[in-house]
């Protein structure tokens, strides 16, 4: 299998999800190799570098894409397997913007108090040890983590006609900001128009689950993804599945609503694929799932469901699809 | 002032905020005219017509515009003074949608229950007593209720290159599905994108706070509207005047954040209107607002803070406009 | 009919509905006159007297009562008919207290950042011209506002041998904060405990809907009461009637589930009431209904939806109670 | 050290955190062997028995207890060290209550719509294997699960002269519903009244996080518990602490609120451990912390925010009290 390598110039980002030309056509298959900047678009480089000065929120999480997905129509599922995410800078960014991110109030929950002070972080990152240093800005405190990296927003077109800011986690996908997007899952989208248009973007070199600040540590990222299309199938909201868990992903506000959402397709899902009644799937998962958290600070909030194959029937999803997915990836030589 | 009458054909009709070619530009000042469908397009006509056999939830809420009104830029007020909203056809429409409205779960508010009976209810209008006739569908129940007309959607073009559809209420106005919006009042937005490219729909010939059962009685509209515009001072969110009140409206969820939003762009509203310090407008609105809760249904929830003017100090927004609006739509032949 | 005057010392006061010792035995029927002092237990006299020294949040909302109503049981329906509520202090006050309110963060809403400034306003009672003195603290700004009086809170021991702070709104009414609890008005509340223990307090001297600031006009009042039990027909959350309305009350969190207790309670009364079909009720009362919000500040938020009687079906409550209320009381000296 | 064994009579049993007299008293120090009912009070034995006939929502999670421990005054901590969890009976219960649960309309999230089928599932235990056995109602399916054992309420009587059913998870801990309360771990709670009033019950013998039908596999459970005071160092909310991880749970409505909570203590509560500068604190929170919803179904929601402890400077927690709790653990003969 080859792989098609694409950097995107500053011009051919894309800052929304819907709305955009495509920059590639691709045939269900390929696998891509791509360049993905970091949700500033780069320009946090020093803790000096203010994202009040530096960072227009209408314009983050530059999207690498969208691509076309050749033969995909509406009805249909997108299948993105995550081959590989490394970093492709020796930094990461951090901020706390003003009115942005979970201990503070927003231009949501909007109150008439003072913003908390704007301040990047800078975290440097050591290759060879496979971690970010976190540098207190108050104190002399330095902690190596280790990089763990996932990408932030993976998304297609809306229907409808909408275009929503890559800012957004929504039914198409976006910007979910969930660490189980992570080199090894596979990722199942419903397609609402022609050729799918997915993109990706905002790669984190890692996260905690709920991104509290609002920004984790951001950074630019080279994602080896194998691209499919499943005729027909499309879940109503993202599913995704790595080597032991299968997983769904809400996001709405309030957040029981995103919790709400994601089980009730993990509880349908499970209902479907193991010939179980709606009920029994209901019970069951109610005792074997994981529920982290994925983001709380995003237009919308992000929770996500997971349960454990190993406590589910035997069963493969999609004919065993992810299998077959890391097989391939083995097979890429970069892997 | 001459009146500028239009009226869409079907393939006229937008169905979001934002991606859509304008089909019209008009000049600040002048008079339109406008028909618009009903949310349903028209499709309702008998209780025997279900929403779920005719109603596309993507495609709801027909928009008649978007219009381009020239000088209009990023940052500057959108102002729109209803001069009349008249009900252009005898019947009117509700229906409790499948998984839609307020007393039934939803896509948001996901549970594995049953929907609610899917139920059409067709409302006679009686021009001459301006009643709308309620008919029970399992009794004999019949009352008359009186037409009180508003538009359910009046919106611009959103920033960041989004396209939103007009189930949506948001920053820029959208379906704020509020009884605020009728003939008399006037309503500031601030201008995204050049033209500012407004749309208006979802006329109701009545409809209660919260709009509980999702649906109003739905009814085509001709609406008189005085298109103006203020360089600069765009607010945040869309704020409305009338004789009596100036109001400001929130959509957003949770329900308490639209209220949060509302209330604090009222504060800041009054603050510097009337030179007043924040915390003491904050104490003074605290004790004369109304807050008549707009939608409970709709994509965000939509809650609506008004004050007195009699209860604040002397003072004007933006010169007197709502009052000059008042006169020059009397001038016209048609009120 | 005799009236039963009631002034409580100070260690006759109550903080909690449930979990106290009635202070007196009533009949159904009886008359009562009762002083409550003001949310603050009078200690805010000037602005110089700041919520942070002189106000411990456990202990606000002292209660004048419970009372014991003589035959109520678990199941029965207590009636509270509001002859006159009248100030009985010259002054009333109102504050900003720290990380309490609306228009900040708050113990629940936890952020980071630091409380609004803790300030406090004192309002000068008029009695001649019935209105309370805004007086600006960082302006010249004054304004004489209509005095519109009415109770934060009344409420009743609740179930399952809880005990709720007098500043928590629930089933058992509370702390509802609605001005609509105002002279005129008759309450339903259902009885959880033998005897209802009911109690009242919290005057507001005026509040805005909303109670954005967290604390209204805050007064010592008189409150004339007639007392009356119906036997069964417990409604599950709070209702009121006056003479053109019925209404009911709902009180949780988020801001949406307030409401659709309230409306879901409102669409059954209504059903129930009429003999409409549920399904009938619900579009009725989506076309008809008034959402004023209470607050958005207590411990849960509470929504009145309230339905015009001229828009509904000829029908009387509880066989005309509260016509037949009215007329008690105009003949009680004191009105 | 000695354990002091507690079996209570079915008289005994507390149904409130707060409003009841202790069963005994307890010093600083001292090991209880407490056994449990499960919530249902084992009256669901078959899948025959329905808790719409057999269950009382107001008389659920009986609690044994509450225990006063000597010493203990407001603004202390108490400390509860579990050395041990054990399933007491043979078999563990769960239900799907009538409108009650997370896939389902409540009387909070209030709807018009029919309730899911009240259905019963009854485990079997195998000691051996340490599973119990999920049997689908509806299919022939049967799935083995790992007993994980954990208490869903661990609680002391709230301030303010409150008293809370044991349905109810707050700043006193209660019914938080994580499955982080299990053996090995050490709760810390601040402590309202004299003698803190502590109580425990509703044990899972497993449960997936949100507890997504309402009920986990209950189960009547024998706890082996070290009681321990730390004077002063009263956390605002519930802390937990095992051998990897500090964590904090915020139990509030809507979600985010919860988890606003948690996070704003751990935060704290980072900062002060370490030394580090609040802002530092979020920012290394943000990108560490696991965020396991605990429960979506109680009358607040449940949250929990971790950190592990190798990811954060060096430091004990109260000098170390855990790892010495976990010594005097070893040192029973009961481990």
Known sequence: MDVIEYTPTRDQY????????????VKPGTALRLWSDDAFGGVLRSVDDLSSAKVDLRFVNPQTGPFYVEGAEPGDTLVLHFVAIEPAREWGASAAIPFF?????TDRIATLQEPLPDTTWIYDVDSARRTVGFVARHSDHRIELPIEPMLGTVGVAPTGGEA?????????????????????????????????????????????????CGTAVEGAMTSTIIVDLVKGHAPAWPRIEDDT????VGSSRPMEDSWRIANAELVRWVSLL???HVMDAYQLCSQITQVPVANVVDANYSVVVKAAKALLPTGDVLGGLHADLRARARSL???
């Open 274 to 276: 193991h010939g179980m």
């Open 101 to 105: 991110g979970g201990m503070t109030s």
């Open 164 to 212: 929503r800011s890559s800012l957004v986690p929504e039914r198409f996908g976006g910007n979910m900001d969930t660490p189980e997007m992570r080199a090894g899952s596979t990722v199942y989208v419903g397609v609402n128009v022609e050729g799918a248009l997915f993109s990706i973007g905002d790669g984190h070199y890692r996260q905690g689950e709920g991104e509290a």
């Open 245 to 248: 868990h299968i997983m769904t």
């Open 333 to 335: 030589g970069t892997v």
């Open 14 to 25: 894309a800052y929304t999800f819907g709305g955009v030309a495509p920059v590639m056509r």
